[in-house]
């Protein structure tokens, strides 16, 4: 296997920035875009549990019915993607069992060899004090992985918090569904007038955000 | 420069699983581990709040003293590498002052040209209900970028939330700094005979988790 050299990594970390202009023409190509979906579906979550569905949007009429649901962010519309990272609401036994069957069947075992595992998460949900955001955390994991990989495959990408929920759950027929929106993110190519691609990249001080101990 | 090629990141996201067995005696070589800081310090945030700290810990007592916080993992102090990853507490208009002033000081721009800005997420933070959970799910975001990161360069990793987190806190004297622990990462090498390296990984069917609209 070819590496994957450290100074491609950071050059593609450092190329990110949050795409305000995106060209509507371009379009990521169908292989590119599989390994974006791999990205989240191979996403880490707390004991496996996958708190989370995504919602690839490419319905143009839904898109621009998004853009109002999301403060007129172009993005939503103009991207060549569009998901959105909801996150599981309420989470049960039902989930744990679903969890546990799935984990037997994959690797082909009894699933009475996973009774510890099953008590432990358990007794986790049940003292939980808030499950939904425990939830809408592991998301952000997702996110992260997704952003990056888009990085490392020169995909450009604007991850969103800001939206009005109750409406893209309308929007994506989710009321209810036992998942609701958390994140946006487009994903696509930049548009060459974008004037935020030039800016220079803002962080702290090194110093002040890692600390060795 | 070298391309990173699809099958490689799909490959290396594959094979990432949340290591039970580091070797630990074989460490993570400073260049590498400089292109996991840096995967940290460019993580993406809501704003380019960075509302995070991320402390690396290699003091070898202070990484026996958190295993006893974190329910014994014995990762905490076998991995090369432990990150605690932190959140900030109390985000004010101080920290947005802060933000202003760096973008200001990168960009070499007066910071009068930012107030359109500052006043946006003035309004963000003055309304916001639950400022910590925010800064935390931003921290999530920062892991999913570390944990992607390393598997791209063959490092092993275990993010950890379960942990006691006024005990770390204390351990690394962060209470009252300001910042407070929310996750812990391990990172390093498996060892050889650690059988979870060999499970087959487990993900809900695909279209339990990618919905096309």
Same mark, same amino acid.
């Given at each position: 296997?070819?590496?994957?050299?450290?100074?491609? =990594?950071?050059?593609?970390?450092?190329?990110?920035?949050?795409?305000?202009?995106?060209?509507?023409?371009?379009?990521?190509? #169908?292989?590119?875009?599989?390994?974006?979906?791999?990205?989240?579906?191979?996403?880490?979550?707390?004991?496996?549990?996958?708190?989370?569905?995504?919602?690839?949007?490419?319905?143009?009429?839904?898109?621009?019915?998004?853009?109002?649901?999301?403060?007129?962010?172009?993005?939503? #519309? !103009?991207?060549?993607?569009?998901?959105?990272?909801?996150?599981?609401?309420?989470?049960?036994?039902? !989930? =744990?069992? %679903?969890?546990?069957?799935?984990?037997?069947?994959?690797?082909?075992?009894?699933?009475?060899?996973?009774?510890?595992?099953?008590?432990?998460?358990?007794?986790? =949900?049940?003292?939980?004090?808030?499950?939904?955001?425990?939830?809408?955390?592991?998301?952000?994991? #997702?996110?992260?992985?997704?952003?990056?990989? %888009?990085?490392?495959?020169?995909? +450009?990408?604007?991850?969103?918090?800001?939206?009005?929920?109750?409406?893209?759950?309308?929007?994506?027929?989710?009321?209810?569904?036992?998942?609701?929106?958390?994140?946006?993110? %487009?994903?696509?190519?930049?548009?060459? +007038? +974008?004037?935020? %691609? !030039?800016?220079?990249?803002?962080?702290?001080?090194?110093?002040?955000?890692?600390?060795?101990?």
């Amino acid at each position: 296997m070819q590496p994957i050299l450290k100074e491609n =990594i950071i050059t593609q970390l450092q190329w990110r920035y949050a795409t305000k202009k995106y060209d509507p023409t371009k379009k990521i190509p #169908a292989e590119e875009w599989e390994v974006l979906e791999k990205s989240l579906i191979l996403a880490p979550s707390s004991f496996g549990m996958e708190p989370w569905k995504f919602f690839v949007v490419t319905h143009p009429e839904i898109r621009i019915h998004l853009v109002g649901a999301c403060w007129n962010q172009a993005q939503v #519309a !103009d991207a060549s993607h569009l998901v959105v990272l909801s996150a599981k609401r309420n989470i049960s036994l039902s !989930d =744990i069992n %679903a969890l546990i069957e799935r984990t037997a069947e994959i690797r082909n075992i009894s699933p009475t060899l996973l009774e510890g595992f099953k008590s432990m998460v358990s007794e986790f =949900i049940n003292t939980h004090p808030a499950l939904d955001e425990w939830a809408t955390r592991q998301v952000y994991i #997702a996110l992260g992985q997704f952003l990056t990989t %888009a990085a490392l495959l020169g995909i +450009d990408t604007t991850p969103m918090e800001g939206f009005h929920p109750g409406q893209v759950d309308e929007l994506l027929g989710l009321t209810n569904s036992g998942y609701g929106a958390v994140l946006l993110c %487009a994903a696509g190519y930049r548009q060459a +007038d +974008d004037k935020y %691609a !030039d800016l220079a990249k803002v962080r702290r001080k090194r110093e002040d955000v890692i600390v060795h101990i």
